[in-house]
């Protein structure tokens, strides 16, 4: 077996160092050995105390999520942790880089904790649908009280080293080396004698029941607000509780039992798929990443919305961009624009002043051409128009250098016939950022039938840098995220012909799970906007079939949506929206128009029929190669539209489902509502094959 943990003696000092690259994950083996460098340590007489580090680039990083993947998780930690905890020798933690998970529970179970300056600890494994399950919830109160844990393990946010000093988590900022620090520290309490303290046998911060209620009714409100409709953050609240009213061992217990209770449900499922699917979309079959292409200055064409924010996220990223716009006013708008969402990031407290100075200077506005020439990548984020489009790349191929990439922050417009325009196809690709730029974590890669193999993989590195999910997709209207909201949003348009509200449409969206419902997301994209690409994409509509009628009666009111206060919905000047009777009186009088009978139409059927419309056309896009694997449309859906994470994406909720059952409702919509829910012959293919998405290869 290999050994991930050795031990080097000097000074009296035993140093047991894990390595485990890239990130010293506890996988299967990690924690025997380092209990075997532990009990080597303590039956060697010249070692007087302990201290447990991690090579590389961090202390211990989590557990390995592939394990969190396997039918039955086995990793057993609680003998390293009680022999850690009852060692006759005094044992620090030294962390660097970060200690998360059963890392920072390893580092609990010792006597003490050391770190440097800029490390960070957490227990965020509620982004994985799961609780800390090596007695983190039972030690981190008793160390760093019950709010602070309840925070921490609630939204799973992180906690540098300052604020887990005066937490209690840790014990001394390590100034310096820290193999050094942390040695003399731990010879220092040597020194001092026994007994080393244990975080199990510490109470004083666990307070009263009086003092603690409040705590945990505020823990629940904090999961609904940051985690809603998750269920391992509650659980994380009720094993916390245990850890306040019952003795470590049976508080330990509770836990284990709340941790079985996570991995039975769906929902750790679903979150490990996300994680794990995320990190398969980087790797594309063909597309090697040391091929990318070197890239140290970039440049956008277009200051609007889009432009600047993928400046920011560029300069976000310390690469220096120019930023290139038609006129001046334009371009100062765009900067003045850029210098706002910095300065509110800065009152907020993401960064300080100094930071956005920085990150601002490295965004060089421009008006000419020419300046170009020096960019390794240049991203074009115009109108959407694809006689537009074409003009600009023309432009584009006249002064980037060869070994430029030409890249089209399109949303749905043909790839191939913009990169025609060029004398260099095979350099052009779409990069499609999703709004806001600098925010939103999705990036559409859109492979050209001329786009190479090393633009991919630039394209790829890319997105690693800006610390996207970069998702590689084929060419067609609309790509996979956008073709597939198409009929998502032309179910939700039909129901409230037949009878819903745009307001019950959205709330049983929302209520299922989505981050917005259909019609807000319509009035924050604005309906102008998806008016033009109905128009850019006519040539692609069948005809004879049914379409929605109302978007473009809206369209033709002026009613934009956020941006004119008015769209589906009626907004405040905070932007919140109420129901409009004006709308509803409109979807009334057109379907009347139109003879299409209305009912009444439930919250099952809303969801239904939205997402199983998604389901549908993810399968014709798999089917015809547009998406690589079904993993990829879900990480699609999950970082760019909404999707609900405990839900896994909409191609592994179909699974999940169960595919038969998925295609026996779609047929049925199929006999109700016409020949746009035809089924897609994958679907059906897996359906009656008992087959799952999850495992169908092209």
């Not at 900022?173 to 001092?192: K, N, T």
């Not at 934009?560 to 004006?582: A, C, H, I, L, M």
């Not at 015809?624 to 694997?629: K, M, N, V």
């Amino acid at each position: 077996m290999p050994e991930f943990a050795n031990l080097t003696a000097a000074n009296g000092v035993g140093v047991i160092t894990i390595d485990n690259p890239p990130v010293n994950v506890i996988g299967m083996d990690v924690p025997d050995s380092i209990l075997k460098g532990l009990e080597t340590a303590l039956a060697d007489p010249a070692i007087r105390a302990i201290v447990l580090i991690g090579a590389g680039r961090t202390f211990i990083a989590g557990a390995d999520i592939n394990l969190f993947a396997q039918p039955e998780v086995k990793l057993q930690l609680h003998p390293l942790l009680e022999r850690l905890e009852n060692s006759p020798k005094p044992v620090v933690a030294a962390v660097h880089g970060m200690a998360l998970g059963g890392g920072l529970e390893v580092a609990m179970a010792c006597h003490y904790r050391v770190a440097v300056a800029d490390a960070q600890v957490g227990q965020p494994e509620v982004n994985l649908g799961i609780i800390p399950g090596a007695e983190g919830t039972q030690r981190l109160p008793r160390l760093a009280g019950v709010q602070r844990a309840i925070e921490m393990c609630v939204t799973g946010a992180l906690v540098r080293a300052p604020e887990a000093l005066a937490a209690g988590i840790i014990d001394r900022i390590i100034e310096g080396d820290l193999l050094q620090g942390a040695s003399a520290f731990v010879l220092e309490m040597a020194d001092a004698g026994g007994p080393w303290p244990k975080a199990s046998q510490r109470t004083g911060k666990l307070g009263t029941p009086a003092e603690n209620a409040p705590l945990f009714t505020g823990g629940i409100v904090l999961a609904a607000k940051t985690r809603r409709n998750q269920t391992a953050p509650l659980l994380a609240v009720q094993a916390i509780e245990a850890a306040t009213t019952r003795p470590f061992e049976e508080g330990c217990r509770v836990e284990r039992a709340l941790v079985r209770e996570c991995f039975a449900g769906t929902q750790s499922k679903a979150m490990v798929h996300a994680f794990l699917a995320e990190r398969d979309a980087s790797k594309v079959p063909g597309i090697d990443p040391a091929a990318a292409l070197p890239v140290s200055e970039t440049a956008i064409i277009g200051a609007g919305t889009m432009g600047a924010g993928i400046a920011m996220a560029f300069a976000n990223a310390a690469i220096p961009v120019r930023l290139l716009d038609r006129d001046q006013p334009s371009l100062d708008r765009g900067m003045s624009n850029i210098r706002k969402n910095y300065e509110n990031s800065v009152k907020r407290g993401r960064f300080s002043a100094a930071t956005m100075q920085q990150r601002i200077e490295l965004i060089r506005p421009q008006l000419t051409w020419d300046e170009l020439s020096s960019a390794d990548l240049i991203i074009e984020a115009v109108f959407e128009d694809l006689a537009l489009k074409k003009q600009v790349f023309a432009e584009i191929d006249r002064v980037a250098k060869s070994s430029c990439v030409l890249a089209t922050n399109t949303s749905s417009l043909d790839i191939d016939a913009i990169a025609a325009t060029t004398s260099r196809p095979h350099m052009v690709l779409g990069m499609h950022f999703f709004s806001p730029a600098n925010v939103m974590r999705l990036l559409e890669i859109v492979q050209g039938r001329a786009t190479g193999a090393e633009v991919l993989a630039t394209a790829l590195a890319v997105a690693k840098r800006l610390k996207k999910a970069g998702v590689v997709v084929g060419n067609c209207p609309g790509f996979v995220g956008n073709r597939m909201l198409m009929p998502y949003m032309r179910e939700a348009q039909f129901l409230v012909e037949e009878g819903a509200t745009p307001w019950a449409v959205d709330r049983a969206l929302y209520d299922w799970g989505m981050a917005m419902g259909v019609f807000a997301v319509d009035d924050m994209a604005g309906i102008d906007v998806g008016w033009r690409v109905r128009q850019q994409n006519r040539e692609f509509q069948n005809p004879g079939a049914r379409s929605p009628l109302v978007a473009d009666k809206l369209y033709e009111m002026g009613r934009y949506g956020q941006k004119t206060g008015r769209g589906w919905f009626v907004y405040d000047d905070n932007r919140k929206p109420s129901p409009d009777p004006e709308v509803e009186a409109l979807i009334e009088k057109t379907a009347r128009e139109a003879a299409i009978e209305r009912r009444a139409i439930g919250a099952e059927e809303i969801v239904n029929r939205c997402i199983y419309a998604l389901v549908n056309e993810g399968a014709r896009i798999l089917e015809d190669g547009t998406a690589l694997r079904a993993s990829d449309i879900d990480t699609i859906y999950l970082t760019g539209y909404g999707f609900p994470i405990y839900r896994g994406g909409p191609m592994w909720y179909a699974d999940t489902v169960g595919i038969a059952q998925v295609y026996a409702r779609v047929r049925e919509f199929h006999q109700c509502h016409g020949d746009l829910w035809a089924p897609a012959p994958l679907l059906e293919r897996l359906a009656a094959e008992g087959g799952k998405f999850a495992d169908w290869r092209r």
